[in-house]
């Protein structure tokens, strides 16, 4: 069964330091998603992403978070300079988005756990 | 502001009981609704989604039910195994291209043997 990968599964860095968390989604998917999870608390939407661009962002995303998706397989979260409260489990999702059966699922991995000391 | 958010926030029952986990929600402009599982150190899992046309929806051992009237949206499990002892998230699915999902705190569902 098709599956999203992220890469680390978990990231130990210094405060301030940049961070990038890498995600592969399903191959014909066309909606791209970050979320995150701090321990003990609910998932919250980060940013969502099609057709190479934003579509929406949440206030969690501020100027320190980019996306990109580079080469057209990877799918990829920046900290620019992480802060104690980056401290989180971070998911990638992604959906297919239309023409199928279950279109507007989303699929997630498994997660990267980030560890700011 | 919209919310989602769940009753019980753990919930402990035999195996081979049924398990229900109950979920409310505020945002009426939302038009489908999933249930996601998760378990220790794993992504959330997809379990079943339901449209706001649809009152009731079954899948494998699983049914939810949506009452449109009081926002409410409930997940049965049916004879609980073991293996169905995780969290259980209920998500609101926005309208429209974007399909934002905004999540309810999660509810632990231990399953005694």
């Known amino acids: 069964e098709p599956e999203v990968t992220q890469t680390p599964s978990h990231q130990v860095t210094q405060m301030g330091q940049e961070v990038i968390l890498r995600c592969v989604p399903i191959?014909?998917?066309?909606?791209f998603y970050w979320y995150r999870q701090i321990l003990g608390q609910k998932v919250e939407f980060l940013v969502s992403?099609?057709?190479?661009?934003?579509?929406?962002k949440s206030e969690i995303f501020d100027d320190q978070f980019s996306v990109e998706r580079p080469d057209g397989s990877n799918f990829t979260l920046k900290i620019r300079s992480t802060k104690l409260e980056d401290s989180a489990m971070y998911f990638c999702?992604?959906?297919?988005?239309?023409?199928?059966?279950?279109?507007?699922?989303?699929?997630f991995g498994a997660g990267s756990r980030l560890t700011v000391l | 502001g919209e919310s989602v958010g769940l009753h019980l926030p753990t919930l402990s029952v035999q195996e081979g009981d049924n398990s229900i986990i109950n979920c409310a929600y505020s945002?009426?402009?939302?038009?489908?609704f999933i249930w996601y599982k998760q378990e220790s150190g794993k992504g959330p899992q997809f379990i079943i989604d339901?449209?706001?046309n649809m009152d009731k929806r079954q899948g494998q051992r699983v049914t939810v039910l949506l009452n449109k009237t009081v926002k409410h949206l409930s997940l049965q499990i049916a004879a609980t195994q073991p293996g169905d002892s995780a969290v259980y998230f209920c998500?609101?699915?926005?309208?429209?291209?974007?399909?934002?999902?905004?999540w309810g705190l999660g509810t632990s569902l231990a399953v005694n043997p």
């Open positions: 992403f099609y057709n190479n661009e934003i579509s929406e």
């Open positions: 945002n009426s402009a939302s038009d489908y």
């Open positions: 191959s014909n998917h066309l909606y």
């Open positions: 998500a609101e699915n926005t309208a429209g291209n974007n399909r934002k999902l905004i």
């Open positions: 999702a992604s959906r297919a988005g239309q023409g199928i059966s279950g279109a507007n699922v989303l699929t």
């Open positions: 339901i449209r706001s």
